[in-house]
Each structure stands twice: as C-alpha cells, then as structure tokens.
T-cell receptor
Framework: DTEVTQTPKHLVMGMTNKKSLKCEQH?????MYWYKQKAKKPPELMFV???????INESVPSRFSPECPNSSLLNLHLHALQPEDSALYLC?????????????FGPGTRLTVL | GQNIDQPTEMTATEGAIVQINCTYQ??????LFWYQQHAGEAPTFLSY??LDGLEEKGRFSSFLSRSKGYSYLLLKELQMKDSASYLC??????????WGAGTKLIIKP
C-alpha cells in the first residue's frame, strides 16, 4: 500500500480566511513533505518533517505554517494568503530521507485564493 | 548551480516506442527518479536509478549514465493513457530532490 491521502481536494478561500490542509499516511513512513506546484511547473519543496521534527523549511512565508501532530499526520495551516499562493499543494511521504527513499505523493489539494 | 534539462514536449504514436531524455548537473548525486504526472493529478513514482545501466519494469525502462550526467525513460507499446508529463528528479548531496521542468508526452492514435 503506497497511499497518501489529502483533504480537502479543492479549497477556495479569501485573503483573510484561516484554513488547514491535511495529509495522512499509514505506511510507517518517517519523513513527510509539503510541496507547492504551479501549472506546468515541477513541484517546489516547502517543508520536510523527519521523525516528526521540522528538518527543512525552504524560506516559506510565515502565512504557511506546518504541523506534524504524529508520525502519520501532517497539516499545513494557511492564514492571510495572497492570490499568487493559488496552486496545487502536494503532500508526500517516504520511509526516511536517505538516497533510496522514494517519495510517494498524495492526490493534492487544489487551492484558489480570491 | 543545479540544473536538470528535459525536452518540453514530445509527440508519439500509439503502439510505438518513445525515449525521454534527461541531463543533469547537480551538487552531488544520490539517485535519479522518474515520475509520471497526469494533468491535475499527483506525481506517481515510476523508477529509480542509482547505478549505471538499465532498469526494466514492464513497458517502462530507465537508463542512467553517471559519468555523462544522463538518463532516459523508455516507454514501449505506447497507450493513450500514457499521455502525461514525465518528471526527472535527482537527489542531491543533501538528499533533496531537484526537479526537471517535465516533458509533456502527447500520444496520437
């Protein structure tokens, strides 16, 4: 089973709203990732959690706030977003962060900021 | 800097064979991944190469030459459902994936 689930599938929010994206995996993976992907572009890494600790933050604005409540769950809290933040937000997980650790992606959340 | 190059778009015929090339220059190398991504969907893992040579997996094969900084993905017996973007990604010395821009593959009947 290589399933990563994400909710919601689609989200429309205003610039003053607060919302959260959720990601879950039950593969026993110890690394989880948030990516942002704009149309016709490759995924851009935002955050990496390894063993429930934030290990990489790719200079992401503070209006994006990640949280890893336990080894199976990853959240991304959104607040005061801008229209240019509209994108597909992808969660991924991997066994670890080593060179043989393939990342498996969830279906993504399509976010539109009005 | 780090750079991964892939053709932007390719067209092939159903039932034929297509080869998608990827060249890379990265700080360190810990393996190369190929992912398939249908429009509006998440990337799906296809293959991983860390040693030189060919890895075959059904209709898909992936080749790596580390000395040349080169890989290709070979798709045989093309089907309409193979129409998608194919992303090449290299894991660098920090174990982070560096992504190519992707190759959009169009399959015609």
């Amino acid at each position: 089973d290589t399933e990563v689930t994400q909710t919601p599938k689609h989200l429309v929010m205003g610039m003053t709203n607060k919302k959260s994206l959720k990601c879950e995996q039950h593969m026993g993976h110890r690394a989880m990732y948030w990516y942002k992907q704009k149309a016709k572009k490759p995924p851009e890494l935002m955050f990496v959690y390894s063993y429930e600790k934030l290990s990489i933050n790719e200079s992401v604005p503070s209006r994006f706030s990640p949280e890893c409540p336990n080894s199976s769950l990853l959240n991304l809290h959104l607040h005061a977003l801008q229209p240019e933040d509209s994108a597909l937000y992808l969660c991924a997980s991997s066994q670890g962060t080593g060179h043989t650790d393939t990342q498996y992606f969830g279906p993504g959340t399509r976010l539109t900021v009005l | 800097g780090q750079n991964i190059d892939q053709p932007t778009e390719m067209t092939a015929t159903e039932g034929a064979i297509v080869q998608i090339n990827c060249t890379y220059q990265t700080s360190g190398f810990n393996g190369l991944f190929w992912y398939q991504q249908h429009a509006g969907e998440a990337p799906t893992f296809l293959s991983y190469n860390v040693l030189d040579g060919l890895e075959e997996k059904g209709r898909f094969s992936s080749f790596l030459s580390r000395s040349k900084g080169y890989s290709y993905l070979l798709l045989k017996e093309l089907q309409m459902k193979d129409s998608a973007s194919y992303l090449c990604a290299v894991m660098d010395s920090n174990y982070q994936l560096i992504w190519g821009a992707g190759t959009k593959l169009i399959i015609k009947p």
